[in-house]
């Protein structure tokens, strides 16, 4: 081995050791550091400068906690420091836990009148069994320096006999959440949803929605508006178009008993995406009825009677103006319609996360146009997993 060789070696060596002795000197030094400013802080606790130079320190050293609560002692004594409050917003987002929820939902559904059709059309047998599955996944993480939520919702069914109504969807929201003081947040997610009838393309729509949580102190929980663009599959004879959603929702506990609540869920739709008089492509009616403004409602109580055992009552109603009619194309047509239903959710059977869900809902369709008029009873039994 040259000499050239054995001293490169050798200096190799030397620069290795070098750095190992300073990483692993590094660790006490700072630890050290942080003890001594620590100590100095307990002396002047509204001190800026030690509050920052701690912060800073234990930020470095990954102990985001403690940076958190100099910062936040640093905007005690000063609540417009720049520095501090957005090192604080940074910090807080750092210690967002990565958390994921998933629900699932399967059963059977048994409708009298599947295809809301009016009384005596001539069907001779318009009731019919189907099979669904509901799914839900939320996750919420800190991504892009801030707090970030994702929403992935898809439903499906599938009939025995009336194959024209088996349908599937799939709708994906996510975005950034966004402090607005008082407790309010605002999560801005763009997104898309596209949709599946009878095993064809049905429809896209890209979107917008916009959710406000905690809202004027607690008066409102959530607040939903989504507005998207729905372009129909070409099969149809329909018109794309804007479509707008706005839902909100408060829950109100102990009203009667110390294990009931009330929820509220006021809401309102435009449909302006239609069908034009009668549909192409073999598609329900009641799929593309469009080109109306919607407002109405949903209340219900629930009533824990056991430790895993909810009763339920809720009912839905709403109003709606169309400027068409989607089976006659005749104007100026309004429907009233109310849907009573209860349920019985059974939680936690046979293991932890697993539920049992029945219900029955009764549903009526009244219109100033006879052959919008319709009844339909529904009885649904379901397994839902929640993980």
């Not at 190992?20 to 590094?26: D, H, K, M």
């Not at 599937?168 to 402090?179: D, M, N």
């Not at 004879?237 to 102990?254: E, H, P, Q």
Request: aromatic share 12%; hydrophobic share 40%.
């Amino acid at each position: 081995m040259s000499k050239w060789w054995r001293e490169g070696v050798l200096r190799i060596s030397i620069s290795a050791f070098v750095m190992l002795a300073f990483v692993l000197s590094a660790g006490p030094a700072s630890a050290d550091e942080l003890s001594r400013l620590f100590r100095q802080i307990l002396r002047d606790p509204q001190n800026i400068e030690l509050n920052m130079r701690y912060a800073q320190l234990a930020e470095d050293a990954g102990q985001n906690r403690k940076a958190l609560a100099a910062y936040e002692r640093v905007l005690e004594a000063d609540p417009s420091h720049p520095e501090a409050s957005t090192a604080l917003r940074r910090i807080e987002v750092s210690l967002i836990p990565v958390v994921t929820r998933t629900r699932v939902e399967a059963g059977g559904i048994y409708e009298t009148n599947p295809r809301q059709l009016p009384p005596g059309f001539g069907l001779s047998e318009p009731d019919d069994f189907a099979g669904f599955v509901r799914m839900r996944i939320t996750d919420q993480r800190p991504l892009f320096n801030s707090e970030w939520r994702s929403e992935l919702t898809g439903f499906a069914n599938f009939h025995g006999d009336i194959d024209q109504l088996d349908y599937w969807r799939a709708r994906l929201h996510t975005g950034p959440v966004i402090e607005l003081g008082n407790g309010t947040t605002l999560q801005v997610a763009p997104g898309a949803e596209v949709a599946f009838l009878d095993s064809d393309y049905f429809y896209a729509e890209p979107a917008l929605q916009l959710t406000f949580e905690n809202i004027l102190g607690g008066a409102i929980d959530r607040l939903d508006i989504r507005g998207a663009f729905r372009d129909i599959a070409n099969t149809y004879a329909s018109d794309d178009g804007f479509v707008l959603d706005a839902n909100a929702r408060k829950t109100f506990n102990g009203i009667v008993t110390d294990a009931d609540a009330v929820l509220l869920q006021p809401f309102f739709r435009m449909r302006e995406a239609t069908g034009t008089g009668t549909p192409g492509g073999g598609a329900p009616a009641n799929f593309l009825d469009g080109d109306y403004v919607e407002f109405g409602g949903r209340l219900g109580y629930y009533q824990l009677i056991a430790h895993d055992v909810r009763l339920g009552a809720i009912f839905t109603g709403y109003y709606r103006d169309y400027e068409q009619n989607t089976r006659l194309g005749a104007t100026e047509r309004h429907d009233w319609y109310i849907a009573p239903e209860a349920e019985a959710l059974f939680r936690n059977v046979i293991c932890p996360g697993c539920d049992v869900r029945m219900r029955y809902r009764f549903e009526q369709n009244f219109s100033n146009d006879g052959t919008e008029d319709f009844i339909n009873h529904t009885i649904s039994a379901s397994g839902i997993k929640r993980f």
